[in-house]
């Protein structure tokens, strides 16, 4: 029986597959199961920034995507499209393998075919299809951004910006704002916002599989309007060796509009997985010497873990034009763009620190919030200014590549 792809503004489908056997004999299927819908091939696996080129204008009804020739490459794209929104992926497994498959489906995926494949499970897959389009659609809420905080090195203010943020996207308007501190072993929201609550994210963690609305209520703190989930008060065991934060970040995405994850770094499973998760990566450092060295092996990190440059935004903490490298003299070292800075405002973050609350808006660094978060919502655009300190390239000579 040849079934139809439910009605969509934008209905054609792509298979991604260096696998040319396999991407000819599911073409053949799709022929025969799909006649209506057009169908396009990628022979090998995009990179994550150039995914949404790579699948072309507008995006495809459905994805089959190859999880078999390059596991580890295929569970990024996976996640990349999932977090994008807009497209159903039907990952392409070969034997039955119920672990790999439950991966799978975790990661994002809609529905699996094992090969060989078989025109009943062609079917079958684009019956459960039609079966949650409707759903989709008319949810009416599409799932909160978040926003990934990660420091380059300790003590570059990197839970400072995200606490602020946080407030700030509050005071321009989103309705449901949480501020999640993600750092399993030093988290330090709680003394920043001089808050305590007998949970943590391991306790929605650990809960993953039953969390609903009510489970959730008691694991956050409101502070202003924010929605606050803490880090675990005492070292737990086994924390070191959390790998997925994908849980509690799915399921509030379900119910918030905006999201600020704080990091401990961007080393480590648990942090790579919170990146890929991300819509932007906010990598935080200052201006001096040290902090630039370790934002630079931090990017070669990501890198090399492919989480793709285009949702990292470098972002320079207490900036002073005085002290250390100007904004684009940091640019043309780290080989990328500097985002956005953040003023030197020593009184007005340690009043807000004493006080448990964030520095006013009329403040250095009150403002300088309000235009982060005016750049990362499209709003603003910043001003640059030229440099003479390019003498100081030399002294990443060492350990820069060009990109």
């Known amino acids: 029986m040849q079934r139809e792809a439910p009605s969509s503004a934008s209905r054609r489908a792509v298979v991604i597959s260096p696998n040319s056997r396999m991407a000819d004999e599911l073409g053949g299927l799709l022929q025969a199961h799909l006649s209506s819908v057009p169908v396009s091939y990628l022979r090998s696996y995009p990179s994550p920034r150039d995914l949404a080129g790579a699948l072309g204008g507008s995006a495809p009804y459905v994805v089959f995507l190859d999880m078999v020739t390059e596991r580890e490459t295929a ?47 062609i079917d079958a897959a684009m019956g459960k299809l ?30 400072t910006v995200a606490c602020h943020l946080a407030f700030q996207w509050k005071r321009l308007g989103a309705n449901k704002v949480l501020l999640a501190d993600l750092d399993p072993l030093t988290g330090t929201l709680s003394f920043l916002l001089k808050i305590k609550s007998t949970f ?33 008060e005492l070292m737990v065991e086994g924390t070191q060796d959390l790998h997925d934060p994908a849980p509690v970040l799915d399921f509030a995405r379900q119910h918030y509009d905006v999201i600020v994850a704080d990091a401990g770094g961007v080393y480590g499973d648990w942090n790579l997985n919170m990146a890929r998760l991300s819509t932007e990566l906010l990598l935080v450092t200052t201006n001096e010497l040290p902090a630039l060295q370790a934002a630079q092996r931090a990017l070669s990190y990501l890198d090399t873990n492919r989480i793709g440059r285009w949702k990292i935004k470098l972002l320079v903490n207490r900036y ?11 640019g043309t070292a780290l080989h990328t763009d500097v985002f956005d800075i953040l003023p030197s405002d020593y009184e007005a973050v340690q009043k807000s620190l004493m006080e448990g609350k964030p520095a006013p808006s009329n403040t250095s660094f009150g403002k300088g919030i309000a235009q982060l978060a005016d750049r990362l919502g499209g709003r603003a655009e910043p001003s640059k200014k030229s440099t003479s300190l390019g003498g100081l390239l030399g002294l990443f000579g060492r350990t820069s590549k060009s990109s």
């Open 75 to 121: 569970l990024q794209l996976l996640g990349e499209m999932t977090r994008a929104g807009g497209v159903n992926v039907i990952a392409l497994i070969h034997g039955n393998e119920p672990d790999f498959i439950l991966r799978c489906l975790r990661a994002g995926a809609a529905d699996f075919l094992i090969h060989p494949f078989t025109g009943d499970q």
């Open 130 to 159: 039609a079966r949650l389009q409707p759903v989709a659609e008319g949810s009416g809420k599409e799932p909160a951004k978040i926003y990934a905080v990660m420091p380059a090195k300790g003590a570059c203010g990197a839970t």
């Open 200 to 232: 943590s994210f391991l306790d929605a963690l650990n809960r993953s599989h039953e969390l609903d609305q009510d489970l959730w209520a008691p694991m956050v703190t409101s502070v202003a309007g924010v929605d606050v989930m803490l880090a675990p």
């Open 320 to 330: 002073h034009r005085d002290v250390g490298l100007s904004r684009e003299v940091i």
